[in-house]
Nanobody, 125 residues
Framework: QVQLVESGGGLVQAGGSLRLSCAAS????????MGWFRQAPGKEREFVAA????????GYADSVKGRFTISRDNAKNTVYLQMNNLKPEDAAVYYC??????????????????WGQGTQVTVSS
């Protein structure tokens, strides 16, 4: 069992930046593939970014590519999402997720085993 706690959300103007963090419990954090997802009101949860267990492989949704960067620090049991040049359409609740038993988690929410409670990101235009 792993517990995930996101932080770092808030209100930012369009063009601004935020860094989200997701702290995980458990001694086997480095064995989890991690991902970030988001959900805006009235919309389905969508993939944002994913990172492999070692951090050597990453993937991004086309909508955030070039603006967002996912990274992880296995010594701190933490995964990050650096978000730059934020747009109003990036506003959503952002969730981190962990997937066990695989090197890279991919983009499908149903493939992930554990989820955080989410952190709100609001972008003003």
């Amino acid at each position: 069992q792993v517990q995930l706690v996101e932080s770092g959300g808030g209100l930012v103007q369009a063009g601004g930046s935020l860094r989200l963090s997701c702290a995980a419990s458990g001694r086997t954090y480095s064995s989890y593939a991690m991902g970030w997802f988001r959900q805006a009101p009235g919309k389905e949860r969508e993939f944002v970014a994913a990172i492999s267990r070692s951090g050597s492989s990453t993937g991004y949704a086309d909508s955030v590519k070039g603006r967002f960067t996912i990274s992880r620090d296995n010594a701190k049991n933490t995964v990050y999402l650096q978000m730059n040049n934020l747009k109003p359409e990036d506003a959503a609740v952002y969730y981190c997720a962990a997937r066990t038993g695989t090197y890279y988690g991919g983009s499908l929410p149903d493939n992930y085993d554990y989820w955080g409670q989410g952190t709100q990101v609001t972008v003003s235009s």
